[in-house]
């Protein structure tokens, strides 16, 4: 997340929302926000149902937490690129999936 906050303003540049969802609790997320990430996007927490995590295919039930991943979504809801592991953290695949997509 915060790699997306270093880079919010090439997003914005290209006129794309980022939207961070976790499935930490909203407690811990408060923090993060408050005191590390400064978030300048929508940070949400996805802790009590898991429900987004889950529907995105990113859950790893067993563990109760989320593959970390990026999905870069066009305005009609169709999913262009999708980035998971240790490289969603990685704002390159979600810039070059933008830059590519044509408004």
């Known amino acids: 997340m ?4 270093a880079g919010i303003a090439k997003f914005k540049e290209m006129g794309y929302e980022v939207i961070g969802v976790s499935t ?4 811990s ?3 993060w926000a408050d005191n590390v ?8 927490s996805d ?8 529907d995105y295919g990113v859950l790893m ?3 109760g937490i989320a593959n970390r991943a990026t999905f870069v979504i ?7 690129h999708i980035e998971e592991g240790s490289s969603a953290v990685d704002i390159t695949g979600a810039l070059n999936a ?6």
């Open 2 to 5: 915060t790699a997306y906050q």
């Open 24 to 27: 930490d609790n909203t407690p």
């Open 29 to 31: 997320l408060k923090y």
């Open 37 to 44: 990430i400064k978030p300048e996007f929508t940070f949400a």
């Open 47 to 54: 802790f009590a149902t898991r429900k987004a995590a889950r």
């Open 61 to 63: 039930e067993a563990r």
């Open 74 to 80: 066009d305005s009609d809801g169709k999913i262009n």
């Open 98 to 103: 933008c830059s590519r997509k044509k408004h």
